[in-house]
């Protein structure tokens, strides 16, 4: 029986990444390596999660990841790292959305951001006889940890069925519900094609 390694072994394997890696913010594979050295280990999940974030990585870089952070006890960061590695086997889909404000019909209270939320989408499929169909699809709320009734903001989606989302390209409008009146807005900003 394989014994499962601990998040520290897990965080150490940097050779997952491109020496030159660098994320957003500027760090690098030597931040990470000196995180490492002052056993900083949740500064070292946040930099290799910013790295991957920016440089094409493989699933098994975001799975090791999310096991580290399970360990770690840190949830969002887990959500996070899992949500990354299905991205890059099924692709992303990134929009824009306004939700409808409460006095509107829409939601009452804000929800969570975390992609526990799994709204229908109108995307413009249309069933055999010509009805509209909606699609399921888990949101991400980028950059917050919850929206609320009026507020707008950068999403990800992970469809149930990504396969029938792959008509939707930059600037399509699309519809969420989560009974039977719009719940808010969405407007396509990136579509990116699963990589293998």
């Known amino acids: 029986m394989q014994l499962m390694d601990d998040a520290f072994t897990l965080l150490r394997r940097v050779d997952l990444l491109p020496e030159d890696a660098v994320a957003e913010n500027g760090q690098t594979v030597g931040d990470v390596r000196e ?14 999660i910013e790295i991957g974030d920016v440089h094409p990585v493989p699933v098994d870089f975001w799975e ?32 824009t959305l306004s939700l409808v404000g409460a006095e509107e019909g829409g939601r009452r209270s804000a929800f969570s951001g975390d992609g526990r939320l799994r709204p229908m989408w109108d995307i413009g499929n249309r069933t055999a006889d010509g009805e509209r169909e909606l699609s399921i699809a888990r949101l991400w709320v980028e950059f917050a940890e919850k929206l609320g009734p009026g507020e707008s903001a950068d999403v ?16 399509d409008v699309i519809t969420m519900h989560e009974a039977g009146p719009v719940a808010g807005t969405a407007t396509v900003i990136e579509v990116l094609p699963p990589r293998p």
């Open 35 to 48: 995180g490492i050295g002052r056993q900083e280990w949740e500064m070292v999940l946040g930099i290799l």
């Open 156 to 171: 990800r989606l992970a469809p149930l069925r990504p396969e029938r989302w792959r008509h939707l390209k930059c600037g």
């Open 64 to 95: 090791l990841l999310a096991e580290a952070a399970r360990q770690m006890m840190l949830d969002r960061s887990r959500r996070w790292c899992q949500w990354r590695g299905w991205e890059v086997q099924h692709g992303t889909v990134r929009a």
